[in-house]
């Protein structure tokens, strides 16, 4: 069972930042629609957000 938890973080953490930062580039920076589009709460993102290091600020038009 540990092995299958271990695989499971290593694949989310290789997909989870690339996924919301093309979202955020898709909405011009957009937090509240990236969030809409991959059907998270807007509070979850900015988590996500912040925990992974991704300027949000970079795609603000």
Same mark, same amino acid.
């Given at each position: 069972?540990? /092995?299958?938890?271990? *695989?499971?973080? +290593?694949?989310? $953490? +290789?997909i #989870? /930042?690339?996924?919301? #930062? !093309?979202?955020?580039?898709?909405?011009?920076?957009? $937090? *509240? !629609?990236?969030a809409? =589009? *991959?059907? =998270?709460?807007?509070?979850? =993102?900015? +988590? !996500? =957000?912040?925990? *992974?290091?991704?300027?949000? /600020?970079?795609? /603000?038009?």
């Amino acid at each position: 069972m540990e /092995k299958e938890i271990e *695989l499971y973080r +290593s694949v989310m $953490q +290789s997909i #989870e /930042k690339p996924l919301i #930062e !093309k979202t955020l580039e898709r909405t011009a920076g957009n $937090q *509240l !629609k990236a969030a809409r =589009i *991959l059907g =998270i709460n807007r509070n979850t =993102i900015r +988590s !996500k =957000i912040r925990k *992974l290091g991704i300027d949000a /600020k970079r795609w /603000k038009a």
